[in-house]
């Protein structure tokens, strides 16, 4: 029993070593979210070539979703609400547009046979892309379609908004004023993340919320950080790392050989819904921009469908209003999260009674 205990302990510690090993290298790679990256590629190589099946652990899991949760909470404040107020018809309007191209996207994947309707709509949700991939499980979605595709598409986007915003928006890199950090430090944050996530968590299981792990912390965060309770905290950087980093690894060991084969017929249709789904976006942006005011930069960047803190350092770069772009992006990922558990309980119901009839 001894043995086999410290088995498990070498290869959980192994796995989180090469998780961690890989996120540096993605990291240095500069590509987005390397903590989450690295922990999928990590738990892929344990599930394909490791011995008999792995699981993380589920409150290590839950910890990483009311992590996750409490820094996306942690996003909102006065000067994004005044923003949106300011122009709330229009970028309502935008982001309802955006959830409905989401679910025409979604509709399109399914073209794919094998792929379920609730999978389809959260692989290509534009916005939110971790919390999505965190929510798939509990939902009934595909995670690791969802995950390798939602990041698809957030990297395609890190990749490419850059060259857009110079080549066709002229932004000019290099004009946005500096920001400094001027927040009380990570042991308030510490404190922060877990009283938000302590809370959070436990309202949303009183009230039955759906996925309550993520959600309820994510509310926690929102109030704290609007009340000023939070004080400027912030989920500290190595905190909220090491839960995206858990996230990967919960994803990775649940591939095996046929899903990895069902992805990958899959991507070419993926692709070429990603590009129309971000041309897309970048139209809506264009609408936005001429109802608003704002500069077409302004517009592109608040609609760009993922790669949220991509989006803010171009924003900052590039001198756009980096206000307007955040709260556009913030309200998108708050009705992205929230709409989730509905649109996968009508997706769910009209594909049992489209079977029935």
């Known amino acids: 029993m001894r043995n086999r205990r410290g088995a498990r302990l070498l290869d959980a510690a192994v796995v989180v070593a090469v998780a961690i090993g890989l996120s540096a290298l993605v990291g240095l790679a500069g590509l987005p979210s390397p903590a989450l990256f690295g922990g999928l590629l990590a738990g892929l190589l344990r599930a394909l070539v490791g011995r008999g099946p792995a699981r993380v652990p589920e409150p290590a899991g839950t910890a990483g979703q009311a992590v996750i949760g409490v820094a996306m909470g942690a996003l909102v404040d006065l000067g994004t609400l005044r923003a949106v107020a300011a122009n709330w018809l229009p970028v309502l309007l935008t982001t309802v547009a955006t959830l409905a191209l989401s679910l025409v996207a979604g509709a399109l994947l399914r073209l794919h046979r094998g792929i379920s309707p609730v999978t389809g709509a959260f692989a290509m949700i534009a916005g939110g892309a971790s919390g999505i991939v965190v929510m798939a499980r509990e939902l009934d979605a595909d995670e690791r379609m969802v995950a390798v595709l939602q990041y698809l598409r957030v990297l395609l986007i890190v990749l490419l908004m850059p060259v857009a915003a110079t080549a066709v928006y002229g932004a000019t890199p290099g004009s946005g004023a500096p920001t400094g950090d001027d927040g009380p430090g990570w042991p ?24 309550a792990a993520l959600l309820g912390p994510l509310v926690a965060g929102a109030v704290a950080d609007l009340t000023g309770l939070s004080g400027g905290a912030e989920v500290p950087g190595p905190v909220e790392s090491a839960a995206f980093l858990v996230i990967g690894l919960q994803v990775g060991v649940s591939f095996t050989r046929d899903s990895l084969r069902t992805i990958g017929r899959a991507l070419p249709l993926a692709l070429t819904i990603m590009a129309a789904l971000v041309l ?27 790669g949220l803190y991509a989006v803010l350092a171009t924003a900052r770069d590039a001198g756009a209003d980096t206000t307007f772009v955040l709260s556009v992006q913030v309200l998108r990922l708050f009705v992205m999260l929230f709409s989730a558990p509905l649109v996968a309980r009508w997706l769910r119901r009209s594909s049992s009674g489209g079977a029935g009839t």
């Open 188 to 211: 308030a944050g510490l404190l922060f993340t877990v009283g938000c996530s302590v809370v959070g968590l436990a309202v949303g299981r009183l009230v039955r919320m759906p996925v």
């Open 280 to 306: 897309a976006c970048a139209g809506l942006g264009a609408v936005l921009a001429g109802i608003t005011g704002a500069s077409a930069l302004d517009g592109y960047l608040a609609t760009t469908p993922g």
